[in-house]
């Protein structure tokens, strides 16, 4: 799915100039190779531009004494939920015959659905909005509109011509490029004015990263963060368990003075090392699953009981025990023990 547009309040284009515009761009667009659908909205979701929004006052809904009935809405063309892959759950979409000289329609999210005609079939049912009476001829499914970590809120849709706006981005949904289909696009939109030119196309996933991008970059951070943490922890535990291995040389030198065998020694070491381990990473393990739920409302399609984070968080603890309880192990088998245990013997 490409994005684009024409500045056509910067040019001048009226109401009336501006309809007749996007049609016959609109015909142009459809017809070319690989174009499946393209649509005209005043706002484009996760962009700079924000919704309208207005309050709202719904037919046979009794509201709480404190309670704002206020909604967002966006203005559309007829294909705009085809071109975003928006499901349309009940009723219908906007077709090109509904404009100005039709009843006024909208098409509710489920959030809004769901709060005010709570078990009931909202088709056919009205609300108004500036003193407009609204007919509700369609629910989509609840979307995305600013940002991936937001909670579902009411939200509703009215066709483009009978709240138009002259300013407003094109949605292409085509298997071309960006850079063909900017050409493309720059040849139908001179065709029809030569003192116009269209916005260069992005793909929606680019302009997504651009209206994340300081969601992303704190993401880079905690995940920066996160990494240095796991490595101070690493560290530490190599010369907590180091330190603990390198005051048992004597014990290990008295061990195999008596016959005991490097593997055996090793063995042991490493069941010591692995024991204190264990106990650690149960008592992190429970810390961090009773902390990470206050992360919840922060996270976007991860759990915050995720197993994989968890999972490498336990095995790289792990792995930093055993070299930590094995290296110096293998250094104090390698020794003499009746010279180890002779220097020993004469410390004070």
């Known amino acids: 799915m490409l994005l684009s547009g024409v500045d056509l309040l910067s040019a001048g284009y009226n109401a009336e100039r501006a309809k007749a515009f996007q049609d016959q761009l609109l015909e142009r667009v459809g017809a070319l190779p690989g174009v499946e659908a393209a649509a005209f909205a005043r706002v484009i979701p996760f962009g700079l531009r924000d919704f309208s929004s207005a309050p709202i006052t719904v037919e046979g809904y009794q509201a709480g004494a404190d309670e704002r009935r206020t909604a967002d809405y966006n203005q ?14 009940a009723g219908r979409q ?22 005010y005609w709570p078990g009931k079939d909202p088709i056919g049912r009205r609300f108004q909005v500036k003193g407009r009476w609204m007919e509700i001829a369609g629910i989509a499914k609840a979307s995305h509109y600013r940002t991936k970590l937001e909670t579902p809120k009411p939200f509703f849709y009215v066709p483009l011509r009978q709240n138009f706006a002259v300013q407003g981005g094109l949605l292409i949904r085509t298997r071309q490029d960006a850079a063909a289909m900017t050409s493309a696009l720059a040849r139908e939109v001179r065709a029809l004015d030569p003192n116009l030119a269209p916005v260069a196309a992005v793909t929606m996933q ?42 048992s040389t004597r014990e290990l030198a008295l061990r195999m003075a008596l016959g005991a065998r490097v593997s055996d020694l090793l063995r042991l070491v490493l069941s ?4 204190l381990t264990a106990g650690g990473l149960i008592l992190g393990a429970a810390a961090a699953f009773a902390l990470t739920r206050l992360l919840a409302s922060r996270l976007y399609q991860v759990s915050p009981h995720d ?3 968890f999972g490498s968080a336990f095995i790289v603890m792990t792995i930093v025990a055993l070299f930590a309880c094995l290296l110096p192990a293998r250094r104090a088998t390698r020794i003499d023990p009746r010279a180890r245990l002779a220097r020993l013997s004469r410390r004070p």
């Open 76 to 89: 559309v063309g007829p294909d705009y939920f085809g071109v975003m892959g928006i499901p349309i759950v």
């Open 307 to 309: 197993p994989i984070a």
């Open 272 to 275: 010591r090392g692995l024991a």
């Open 206 to 247: 680019e302009h997504v990263d651009r209206g994340t991008y300081t969601q992303r970059l704190a993401v880079t951070l905690l995940s920066i963060f996160g990494g240095t943490a796991l490595l101070l922890a690493a560290i530490g535990l190599y010369s907590v368990m180091s330190y603990a291995v390198s005051q």
């Open 94 to 115: 906007f077709t090109r015959t509904d404009d100005e000289n039709r009843p006024l329609v909208a098409i509710v999210d489920e959030a809004m659905a769901a709060k």
